[in-house]
């Protein structure tokens, strides 16, 4: 089969992008391609001096496209409502939101708003953008959204009576890979939203494999293993730029590497996780989300969690189901990947009310 690479995006012309996070790694080269392909690109980055660098490095590619730098610090509320303010005065639509950004395993701190730092910027900051951002998306035919997850959302748990780890205490590893699978339960109850509310974005998601970029600057050995044995970020970027772009993606789907165990190769479609499947968390975590962040999706204003109402998205998935095999990780791959990517909890039977 051919592989898909980034010569196959076609043409973006007339169409508006933001990548989070487009000044590095990933984000750069999504934000880097889609402006090759004729896109007007909005790199939004919380460096002023980071942004505008990389938007110059692009321009200075004479691509056919654009590219803008707009500040936006997804750790901090009052800055997440400045861009959206901003980016709604200066354009009139908005066909792809990446939800790209990310911090990993980070010493333990807080957002400008309280919020466990990797939780906070990974899912709740992406969570108010896309709210903020959703009338413009949904005001655009063929708008996409997506969001980065990982293959470490497989050893994410989601702890709705403890997101912040305030009361089991700070874990980094427990923390990313929560706030991983966070980005995939918001995409796939996202995509329900949309698909209630007739509305024609849908909500897709992507993880790019093992990737050497600055993600790994807390964590030793992955940082040292990188130029070894991960992927260029050309290459990383090519599952999140084939779930913007490519024809037959339907809302609900999970864009990752077809090689070894995800972590490399070109862009498929991949399982997620029956964690990451559960509509009722889904659920739960949109809720304590709109209460955390104060961004409630009104311009959706859709019944309680129903099921996709796209036929054929659904009729896609289900025989897609049949044919890919679940990714299940044998113990030996288990305890290798947390030997470079850092211990990660078992599964832990609580049940904790949230409402
Ligand atoms: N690389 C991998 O192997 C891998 C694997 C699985 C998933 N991912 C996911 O891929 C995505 C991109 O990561 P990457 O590998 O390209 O890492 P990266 O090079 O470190 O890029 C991360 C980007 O996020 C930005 N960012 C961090 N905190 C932010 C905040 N508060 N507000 C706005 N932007 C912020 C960073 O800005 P600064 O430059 O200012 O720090 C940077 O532009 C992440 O979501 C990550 O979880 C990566």
Do not use: C
Request: zero cysteines; proline letters at 5%.
């Amino acid at each position: 089969m051919t592989k898909w690479t980034a010569k196959d995006i076609g043409d973006q012309r007339g169409r508006v992008a933001v990548v989070t996070g487009g000044n590095s790694g990933i984000g750069y080269v999504t934000a880097l391609e889609l402006a090759r392909s004729g896109a007007q690109v909005v790199v939004a980055a919380r460096s002023p001096e980071r942004g505008s660098e990389a938007a110059a490095r692009i321009r200075a590619e004479g691509v056919p496209g654009d590219a803008v730098f707009m500040k936006l610090d997804l750790a901090d509320l009052a800055s997440v409502r400045a861009f959206a303010r901003t980016f709604q005065a200066r354009f009139e639509r908005l066909d792809l939101l990446i939800n790209n950004a990310g911090v990993m395993a980070t010493p333990q701190a807080q957002t400008a708003d309280g919020f466990e730092l990797q939780l906070g910027t990974n899912h709740f900051g992406h969570f108010a953008l896309t709210g903020l951002l959703i009338e413009r998306l949904i005001a655009t035919p063929g708008s996409r959204v997506v969001t980065v997850s990982s293959m470490l959302h497989h050893q994410g748990t989601l702890n709705l009576g403890d997101l912040h780890g305030r009361v089991r205490g700070y874990d980094r590893w427990r923390s990313y890979n929560q706030s991983k699978l966070a980005n995939l339960l918001f995409t796939f109850e996202l995509n329900r939203r949309l698909a209630a509310a007739g509305a024609p974005t849908i909500a897709v998601a992507a993880h790019p494999g093992w990737s050497a970029t600055n993600l790994q600057r807390h964590h030793r050995l992955t940082r040292m293993l990188g130029p070894f044995f991960a992927m260029r970020p050309t290459q990383g970027a090519l599952p999140t730029l084939f779930a913007a772009v490519e024809a037959s993606v339907t809302g609900g789907d999970f864009i990752g590497p077809d090689g070894w165990f995800e972590s490399r190769g070109y862009p498929t479609h991949v399982e997620a996780s029956a964690a990451a499947r559960s509509q009722a968390d889904a659920t739960r975590l949109w809720r304590a989300s709109v209460a955390a962040v104060g961004v409630d999706f009104a311009a959706l204003d859709r019944p309680e969690s129903e099921e996709p109402t796209n036929d054929r998205t659904k009729r896609r998935r289900k025989d897609r189901e049949r044919a890919t095999p679940r990714l299940r990780l044998p113990e030996a791959l288990r305890t290798a990947l947390e030997q470079i990517f850092g211990p990660s909890p078992r599964p832990q039977k609580v049940r904790v009310r949230v409402d």
